[in-house]
């Protein structure tokens, strides 16, 4: 389709620079701290805001002593400014890569397991190919990556779609159907040589575990409920592998873990729990943004995740 005077953003002027303040207003939540980014007095930014408001007839953020916080309507027109502004970024990546002169940058973010082999392999195999790729990964839990996908701070995610995902956002490409997950703890732990181990001592064990909010512990926790008991009280709450791997070495504690991290901690499944406390895992996959033209960088990235992927877990 060609552009004319007959498109409604040309015939009302939209500039890139409204976008942008619709944006800023969104991560910081606050007027003046996203005229303060934009290098704007908050005077202008708050007659660009109301021009805006004009434009489509209804208030784009709710105002609030502590802040601002995006109507539907202003939720609406912010993913779409996203996706104007997150473009128009990667037009110099284009035309450097038709000349031969790629400098990429892609933000990846990925879930524990994948992060400890295949993304790195991934990476390897990417920068082979892209030598002046910069590549910035962020390892945390779904939900976190999600909005941070959601919010373009990342290009894509190796990950779950985890509940109360609005599917519609996201384009999910599954690599791992399910993962079994075990119960750990030190080779030399006193329950290693144990048959049996009741949920009254279960509860009164010392556990490291995800923090709230992430998938496995929904499910630990629903372990206990369904037992009509409350949840073990002395936990730890991390995903960071080397404090994992520090306590399980050093106490008497348990964990929650795939294979995969069970392996990288260096600790034993407790095959005595392997019946009472059975979990398993949704699969992961690659998780980009519904809509959004990504870059052939991030394109490329891609397909060697997805190629790593299945050769390492089909």
């Known amino acids: ?179 079994p997950v075990q119960v750990v703890a030190r080779r030399a732990h006193p329950w290693q040589r144990r048959q049996k181990v009741s949920w009254s001592e279960l509860t009164q064990a010392s556990w490291i575990i995800p923090p709230q909010g992430s998938l496995l512990r929904v499910k630990f926790d629903s372990l206990f409920v369904q037992q009509k008991l409350l949840p073990p009280p002395k936990l730890v709450e991390t995903q960071d592998l080397d404090t994992i791997r520090r306590l399980l070495s050093q106490t008497d504690m348990l964990a929650v873990l795939t294979d995969e991290v069970a392996h990288a901690c260096e600790c034993k499944p407790l095959s005595c729990l392997t019946e009472m406390l059975s979990l398993q895992m949704q699969g992961f996959g690659l998780i980009t943004q519904s809509g959004r033209v990504l870059s052939s960088s991030v394109l490329a990235m891609k397909a060697i995740l997805q190629k790593v992927g299945l050769s390492q877990y089909v």
């Open 1 to 179: 389709m060609l552009y004319s005077s007959s498109h409604w953003f040309i015939r009302h002027r939209l500039k890139l620079r409204s976008l942008a303040l619709l944006v800023a207003m969104d991560d910081h939540s606050s007027l003046q701290r996203a005229a303060d980014a934009l290098s704007m007095t908050q005077p202008a930014a708050s007659k660009m805001l109301a021009e805006l408001e004009a434009l489509w007839g209804l208030p784009l953020f709710n105002r609030f002593p502590r802040g601002v916080e995006a109507t539907a309507c202003g939720a609406m027109v912010i993913r779409h400014a996203r996706n104007v502004l997150s473009e128009l970024n990667q037009v110099g990546d284009e035309i450097a890569s038709l000349r031969g002169q790629a400098d990429s940058q892609i933000a990846i973010g990925s879930i524990k397991a994948p992060a400890l082999s295949m993304v790195p392999r991934a990476i390897v195999e990417f920068q082979s190919q892209y030598a002046h790729a910069s590549i910035n990964l962020t390892v945390d839990s779904s939900p976190a990556l999600m909005a941070k996908l959601q919010r373009d701070e990342l290009d894509i995610v190796v990950g779950r779609m985890s509940s109360g995902t609005e599917a519609r956002h996201f384009h999910y490409e599954e690599l791992v159907q399910g993962q």
